[in-house]
T-cell receptor
Framework: AQKVTQAQTEISVVEKEDVTLDCVYE???????LFWYKQPPSGELVFLIR??????QNEISGRYSWNFQKSTSSFNFTITASQVVDSAVYFC??????????????FGKGTRLHILP | EAGVAQSPRYKIIEKRQSVAFWCNPI?????LYWYQQILGQGPKLLIQ????????DSQLPKDRFSAERLKGVDSTLKIQPAKLEDSAVYLC??????????????FGSGTRLTVV
């Protein structure tokens, strides 16, 4: 069975600090996809990134970066020079790629990030 | 491209009443999902449609929840009768088709339900 664990329930940092959100996953499949979503106070889930299990290269997008390590089943998310607008709940998610009709995305419980001015 | 539309945005009802939520997915998206997000938790899949057929409803409390997707476009999720523990945000999402799951869904803004 697949499972996503986000051990950090809530994090507060001062603006301009770097912050890392942890994500650990469990799956029996060798082919799977990992995601990060952002949920601002407005409530909508915003897609940030997708990685497949065969691509362990780290990715950087502006102030955001992601570290995927299969050896530790982790997919951590770092925000560099955080800004107040980064305040939101962040979800890590997993989808096993079984090419079957019931492919679905399973979410972790989320980490609430507060960026203090 | 218009996003996933959901209504109403907020709903407050008394326990044992019934309520319905509506979702209009992105045009052409064959797959539609309803998720329940209880405060402080991640979204949990309730039901998944492929066109107008149910693919997975294993986590849908069928004694009180029902959903339909007539004509494979809009979808309605109903709760009857509602319980206090149904208070949550109900999120609708759509994707182009099953094979596009790895590319992520597009979510609507959700309906926040409060049962008092």
């Amino acid at each position: 069975a697949q499972k996503v664990t986000q051990a950090q329930t809530e994090i507060s940092v001062v603006e301009k600090e770097d912050v890392t959100l942890d994500c650990v996953y469990e799956t029996r499949d060798t082919t799977y996809y990992l995601f990060w979503y952002k949920q601002p106070p407005s409530g909508e889930l915003v897609f940030l990134i997708r990685r497949n299990s065969f691509d362990e290269q780290n990715e950087i997008s502006g102030r955001y970066s992601w570290n995927f390590q299969k050896s530790t089943s982790s997919f951590n998310f770092t925000i560099t020079a955080s800004q107040v607008v980064d305040s939101a709940v962040y979800f890590c998610a997993l989808s096993e790629r079984k090419l079957q009709r019931d492919d679905k995305i399973i979410f972790g419980k989320g980490t609430r990030l507060h960026i203090l001015p | 491209e218009a996003g996933v539309a959901q209504s109403p945005r907020y709903k407050i009802i008394e326990k044992r009443q019934s309520v319905a939520f509506w979702c209009n997915p992105i045009s052409g998206h064959a797959t539609l999902y309803w998720y329940q997000q209880i405060l402080g938790q991640g979204p949990k899949l309730l039901i998944q449609f492929q066109n107008n057929g149910v693919v997975d409803d294993s986590q849908l409390p069928k004694d009180r929840f029902s959903a339909e997707r007539l004509k494979g476009v809009d979808s309605t999720l109903k709760i009857q009768p509602a319980k206090l523990e149904d208070s949550a945000v109900y999120l609708c999402a759509s994707s182009l088709d099953i094979m596009r799951v790895p590319y992520g869904y597009t979510f609507g803004s959700g309906t926040r339900l409060t049962v008092v």
